[in-house]
């Protein structure tokens, strides 16, 4: 199943999370390394930093989520929604099962 992550900056935490975006962007790497991540990246304004995860359940998917080094020193909050993908690509391209057999290969 999919999931976006949507975690919300903190203003009053700017400075933490400058300090910890290096351990913030390892974690990011290491999602996506794993299959678990499709998309990451802040919104324009960066309010924002959006996910789109792959998981076995919602709960599953808090879970890692929370394990993001921002989300662990609560330097951004976090909500996660499941989300019922139908589409990827164009049309005559990959369906959503074959995104998430490539993002299970190794």
Do not use: C
């Not at 933490?16 to 499709?38: F, T």
């Amino acid at each position: 199943m999919w999931y976006i992550v949507l975690s919300r900056s903190r203003p009053e935490k700017e400075e933490s999370k400058q300090l910890y975006y290096e351990e913030h962007r390892k974690w990011l790497d290491d999602q996506h390394r794993l299959g678990r991540l499709l998309f990451s990246g802040p919104t324009s304004d960066r309010a924002y930093g959006i996910y789109i995860m792959l998981a076995k359940s919602k709960s599953e998917a808090e879970r890692i989520a929370a394990q993001d080094p921002h989300h662990v020193r609560g330097i951004r909050t976090m909500e996660v929604l499941e989300w019922n993908a139908h589409r990827a690509f164009r049309l005559d391209g990959p369906t959503i099962a074959d995104v998430e057999r490539m993002a299970s290969e190794k």
